[in-house]
């Protein structure tokens, strides 16, 4: 039974590599190349054939542009009330360091106006 539970652990992570590929609109070529692995190794994660290492594990959510626990299926639970600000970090992960850069220097702009403009 614990290889049971192990496999499917390797299915339902692999799954998720490839939703994210796929979310990327990435062949599983392309994946491989900007992950720095070989297709072989793409297609045996994902169909859940293959546990990898950790440094290839990490290139692969560096690849995706998410983070590891993610992939693994370890989000934190998040409260109703921060779920819009969840979901706004995680879209602002997933963009560029440039593209990171300029969203929070806007939202730094915007949070000293708030605040200046604030009655608080």
């Not at 049971?4 to 299915?11: A, E, P």
């Not at 602002?92 to 708030?114: A, Y």
Request: proline share 2%; aromatic share 4%.
């Amino acid at each position: 039974m614990g290889s049971r539970v192990v496999s499917q652990g390797l299915m339902e992570t692999g799954e998720r590599i490839r939703k994210r590929r796929q979310e990327l609109r990435w062949s599983q070529e392309y994946f491989a190349e900007k992950a720095g692995i070989s297709v072989n190794t793409v297609i045996r994660i994902e169909g859940g054939q293959s546990a990898t290492s950790i440094e290839v594990f990490e290139k692969i959510a560096e690849a995706l542009k998410t983070d590891v626990n993610t992939l693994l299926g370890k989000t934190a639970a998040v409260p109703p009330e921060e779920k819009q600000l969840y979901h706004m970090a995680c879209r602002i992960r997933r963009l560029d360091k440039n593209g990171q850069e300029i969203v929070m220097r806007t939202m730094d702009v915007l949070i000293d106006e708030i605040r200046r403009n604030s009655k608080f």
